[in-house]
C-alpha cells in the first residue's frame, strides 16, 4: 500500500453541536485526517466514493511544496 492509499471511514462529527458528519482518513504511514462539513451520513459516504480520490491527489502535491 502506497502513502496514496489512505483508509477512509464516515462516523458522526463528535465536535459538532447538531447532527453533522466526517470523514476519518487514516494513511499508511499512521497520519490521521479529518474531513468535516457533512450534513448526513449518506454525503458523507457519497464523498468517500466520489471526492475522496481527487483530495488523496491534493494532499500529496500539498507535501511536495
Not at 483508509?7 to 476519518?24: I, L, M
Amino acid at each position: 500500500m502506497s502513502d496514496a492509499d489512505p483508509t477512509f471511514e464516515a462516523r458522526p462529527n463528535p465536535n459538532s453541536v447538531g447532527h453533522s458528519w466526517c470523514v476519518y482518513v487514516t494513511w499508511p504511514s499512521g497520519k490521521k485526517d479529518i474531513v468535516t462539513g457533512f450534513a448526513t451520513q449518506y454525503d458523507a459516504l457519497s464523498w468517500i466514493k466520489t471526492g475522496s480520490a481527487n483530495w488523496v491527489v491534493e494532499q500529496i502535491m500539498r507535501r511536495q511544496d
